[in-house]
């Protein structure tokens, strides 16, 4: 097996799901949290594209989040088991991280008026319209998956977004119990409650 050292801040944001594949298939790998006070200093200079996350595979560096959590689920079975389910699995992950770029957008905006009023929207408008879609997915596919019926990047990538939705605005999700249901069994699944259970708390 490849030795892995995966590159990033300690916190959740852009990194988490690409951890989350590690764990959930079992995979030893090198969970390096660079602080921030150490950016961008050398660390920055060193990265492919000079950003975070990277991975390291035997020495070898390869950027984008994205990218890094789709090797990792490709190589060791969390993409589906034909192209037809992976094209499912990757329209998922692309509807989640629509979804995370209106958080985002919401959470940073530097004007408070502003801020306020997407926040308001994302509660009230976004994160339904998001959370409905995952149900009709849920509801389609019957196995408490959002594709196929085992575990897949798709359940990693919404659990990993929903992550900051779920604890600011948990009243949400009382109309959407297929989402709710999928959520638990991430987070009840071995490896994954192992990994939750001692992971730092962050705020994003």
């Not at 921030?36 to 594209?49: D, L, M, R, S, V």
Request: net charge neutral.
């Amino acid at each position: 097996m490849p030795s892995y050292k995966f590159n990033y801040f300690d916190l959740r944001g852009k990194g988490e799901t690409c951890r989350l594949c590690f764990i959930a298939a079992g995979v030893s790998f090198k969970d390096h949290r660079i602080d921030y006070a150490a950016w961008p200093g050398n660390y920055k200079a060193e990265t492919p594209f000079g950003q975070l996350p990277y991975l390291e595979i035997d020495g070898k560096k390869f950027a984008q989040s994205g990218a890094i959590a789709s090797y990792i689920s490709r190589e060791y079975g969390l993409y589906g088991t034909s192209s037809l389910e992976a094209l499912s699995i990757d329209g998922v992950v692309g509807l989640a991280a629509d979804y995370f770029t209106m958080w985002a957008k919401s959470h940073f905006e530097a004007d408070a008026g502003k801020k306020t009023e997407l926040q308001l929207k994302l509660k009230d408008t976004d994160l339904p319209s998001f959370l409905a879609n995952l149900e009709k997915i849920l509801t389609a596919n019957g196995s408490g998956y959002y594709v196929g019926n085992q575990l897949t990047l798709a359940d990693l990538s919404v659990y990993d977004i929903l992550e900051n939705s779920y604890r600011d605005y948990p009243s949400v999700y009382s109309s959407y119990p297929k989402v709710l249901a999928n959520r638990k069994k991430i987070a009840a699944l071995p490896r994954i409650a192992e990994y939750l259970s001692k992971r730092n708390v962050t705020e994003i």
